[in-house]
């Protein structure tokens, strides 16, 4: 497995985890919880940088992230996706629109991939429509 794609996963336990938590998303929370979190999960040490970039990114930026996904998944709303499949959209979608080194077809893919691993499979097909749907409202 490559190393962004474990950042991906360990971003993904984290914002699952405030999530289902409840937990505030402000910077001084999130580094607080990002501490606790490195503490108590074993977790290569490479995968850390671009895990917390990404944490950090998400939570600065997920009020625009999260109307970009009520905007492009019809019928949905937010709460009433599962937490797995709505925090991989928002890695997905922060890569997509602030990751300048990651091209949104690298991102889209990545974000199918992780959802192979951790959610359920009708999610992936869930996943790609709503990521296609926000790429081509792009171009």
């Keep these: 497995m490559g190393l962004r794609r474990k950042s991906r996963e360990i971003a993904l336990q984290f914002l699952f985890a405030q999530d289902v938590k409840g937990l505030p998303l402000d910077r001084e929370a999130v580094e607080e919880e990002l501490d606790r979190f490195s503490r108590n999960f074993a977790t290569g040490k490479k ?3 671009y895990a917390r970039q990404l944490i950090q990114g998400i939570c600065t930026n997920r009020e625009a992230i999260d109307r970009q996904l009520v905007q492009h998944s019809h019928n949905w709303r937010l709460e009433r996706m599962s937490p797995v499949d709505r925090n991989i959209l928002r890695i997905a979608v922060y ?4 990751g300048v080194e990651v091209p949104a077809r ?5 974000a199918l991939e992780v959802a192979k691993r951790y959610s359920m499979p009708d999610s992936v097909a869930f996943i790609n429509g709503i990521l296609d749907a926000l790429q081509d409202d792009k171009t």
């Design 47 to 49: 995968s850390w940088p």
């Design 106 to 110: 690298v991102a889209i893919n990545e």
């Design 95 to 98: 890569e997509m629109q602030h």
